[in-house]
């Protein structure tokens, strides 16, 4: 085998590599700019720091303390009370009103306007977790 081919395999072998690595991972993208992160085992990374986790209950940890859940049928509850919905095509709700939504190409609207995107969103489960982070990290939702 030559050098030249032996490049090319490993090149491949790591770009497979890294694809198969970050697929569990959902990106957000606010302004243009990487915000945050909700990784394959739910930890939820703000600006690259770890800020809480989206754990696979729907229970949301902030610095480690439970600070709400988003259900498994999209209710959003807050420090155990009401606040919200997810719904499964990403309509998101506060208090009965629409305030925005996880679109299925990842397209994040606030009130109608783009406010950002995610990498994922397809599945219910994806669009939830996009949800934690919105509703619990990001002061806007």
Do not use: H, P
């Amino acid at each position: 085998m030559t050098t030249r081919k032996i490049v090319f395999c490993s090149v491949l072998f790591l770009g497979l590599l890294i694809s198969t690595v970050a697929a569990g991972d959902n990106g957000i993208r606010k302004g243009g700019s990487m915000w945050a992160r909700v990784e394959s085992d739910g930890a939820i990374r703000i600006e690259g720091s770890l800020v809480g986790k989206y754990e696979s209950d729907g229970a949301v940890r902030k610095n480690g303390s439970l600070v709400g859940k988003i259900e498994t049928d999209g209710t959003v509850r807050k420090d155990g009370s009401l606040y919200g919905r997810v719904e499964e095509d990403g309509t998101l709700r506060v208090s009965g009103s629409i305030v925005g939504k996880i679109e299925s190409d990842g397209t994040i609207r606030k009130s109608g306007s783009i406010w950002g995107s995610a990498s994922t969103g397809q599945t219910f489960d994806e669009k939830k977790a996009v949800a934690a982070v919105l509703f619990f990290f990001s002061g806007d939702f």
